[in-house]
């Protein structure tokens, strides 16, 4: 008992509580604390996915060996069908579809492999050999749409391929997968599921990092081939500024121009259109296209919304408080 | 005195390695608990599964094991779209595409958990 009197053990018994104590009250913290998230690197794997699609589609001779012949042939009928569609391009529309007077850089996502929500763009190079085939979607810059940097996301892999000359030899290649999920891709996958599935499909919006953002949407040239967005609203099918274009065949897509503020939570919601349905154009009056947009929002919510039982002609966005 | 401070360290480190190992089995039950029910990484991955075995050859299968969880699995074409049933909210659903190629996939619904197995013939993808 004597030694429990003993100032000096009480000290040292009381540090080794409060020490005690305070383990657990630490532990306690770092496990209460303790919250899971996953990221599951979604872009990386489906690059991988998606090499698999091509390097076994039609361009293949056999798994993992491409064929020079058909990469050529895909190139030429890509280039054509650009060219057929919107002949005499000018520089804009080659730096927006590819520059397709040299065969090359066609920007079409190839029905053997594509995927709605997230764009690609390929490259095949030969190692030893200096032949290259480019072909697939590519992105704008970022400034135009005054979103967050963490809107755009991107991945690049590259995979070991062969490619067999014409001559049945095999030569050495790399095959460059960049993937894209960005505004653009976002936006064209909304309007594919709108006319596939025939139902409304709804976007949440990023916040706007600006004082007011705006998305315009429509064709490339009036033509039902390309989903576009272009830099101002204002202006004309002849002379906009397009800012990026996704291959997106058989769609139509009612011009529109939508606007949202700072720091405002909206939803873009692409709607399946009946045939027949009649909007205003936009541009018949460019300083109210905004204004146009919404009323067309209005009148075809109201009665021309498509159903299973019609067909859709077309897609238009409108922009709605979430 | 120096024999029951040993006592006490070593009543002191085994209630710590009790507690720790009494932690860790919630622990790992609430981890493999947050994967099953994220709707988005358990669509995520089915839908990775498909996209491979669409480009597979002919003949190939692959077995999908649906989560440990009250949730339903909707196949369509391009996409699929997991449903979970939330006991105090209203259901999750998410939908995920899929890669797009000249396969088929035949339209189907299953209910997890569950296990089913896909088979890719003629370049139609079909539960077998």
């Known amino acids: 008992m004597a030694e429990n009197l003993d100032p000096v053990w009480m000290i040292m018994f009381i540090v080794r509580i409060v020490f005690a104590v305070a383990i657990v009250f630490f532990m306690s913290i770092l496990i209460l604390s303790l919250s899971i998230s996953l990221d599951d690197d979604q872009l990386k794997r489906f690059?991988?996915?998606?090499?698999?699609?091509i390097l076994s589609s039609e361009l293949a001779e056999s798994k993992g060996i491409i064929s020079e012949a058909k990469l050529d042939s895909f190139i030429a009928n890509s280039s054509n069908l650009i060219s057929n569609v919107y002949p005499g391009?000018?520089?804009e529309a080659a730096f927006m579809l590819g520059d397709i007077q040299f065969g090359q850089y066609p920007n079409i996502e190839p029905n053997f492999a594509r995927h709605c929500l997230i764009g690609y763009s390929a490259s095949i190079r030969e190692l030893n050999g200096d032949r290259f085939w480019d072909f697939g979607y590519r992105p704008s810059g970022l400034e135009e749409y005054g979103l967050a940097d963490e809107n755009f996301k991107s991945s690049q892999e590259s995979f070991p391929i062969s490619v067999m000359k014409r001559d049945g030899s095999l030569q050495q290649a790399e095959m460059e997968l960049r993937v894209f999920i960005d505004p653009m891709t976002r936006y064209s996958c909304l309007a594919e599921m709108a006319k596939t599935t025939k139902e409304k499909q709804e976007l949440g919006m990023p916040l706007c990092t600006i004082s007011r953002?705006?998305?315009s949407i429509r064709n490339f040239y009036d033509r039902n081939n390309y989903t576009c967005t272009i830099e101002s609203p204002h202006q004309g099918s002849s002379?906009?500024?397009y800012v990026a274009c996704r291959y997106l065949p058989g769609v139509s897509i009612i011009p529109s121009s939508l606007t949202y503020l700072k720091d405002e939570k909206k939803k873009l919601v692409a709607y399946p259109v009946k045939e027949g349905a009649p909007y205003s154009d936009i541009m018949s009056d460019p300083d109210n296209s905004m204004q146009i947009s919404q009323d067309n929002c209005d009148s075809l919510k109201a009665a021309w919304i498509?159903?299973?039982?019609?067909?859709v002609k077309s897609v238009i966005f409108c922009m709605e408080p979430r | 005195m120096h024999g029951v401070t040993s006592i006490r360290n070593f009543i002191s480190i085994t209630i710590l390695l009790i507690m720790l190992v009494g932690f860790a089995s919630p622990l790992q039950a609430s981890v493999q608990d947050v994967i099953n029910t994220d709707a988005s990484l358990q669509a995520e991955l089915i839908a990775s599964k498909i996209n491979v075995l669409r480009a597979a050859p002919d003949g190939t299968g692959t077995?999908?094991?649906l989560p440990d969880a009250k949730c339903t699995v909707k196949f369509e074409n391009t996409f699929l779209t997991i449903t979970y049933q939330k006991a105090v909210s209203s259901p999750t659903t998410v939908t995920k595409h899929l890669i797009q190629?000249?396969?088929v996939i035949q339209s189907f619904e299953e209910e997890c958990p569950n296990s089913f197995f896909l088979k890719k013939n003629n370049g139609v993808i079909s539960v077998d």
């Open chain 2, 63 to 65: 077995r999908i094991s």
């Open chain 1, 213 to 215: 953002c705006t998305v």
């Open chain 1, 239 to 241: 002379d906009a500024e």
């Open chain 1, 89 to 91: 391009m000018g520089d």
């Open chain 1, 306 to 311: 498509a159903t299973d039982a019609d067909n």
């Open chain 1, 47 to 53: 690059s991988h996915e998606l090499s698999e699609n």
């Open chain 2, 101 to 103: 190629n000249p396969t």
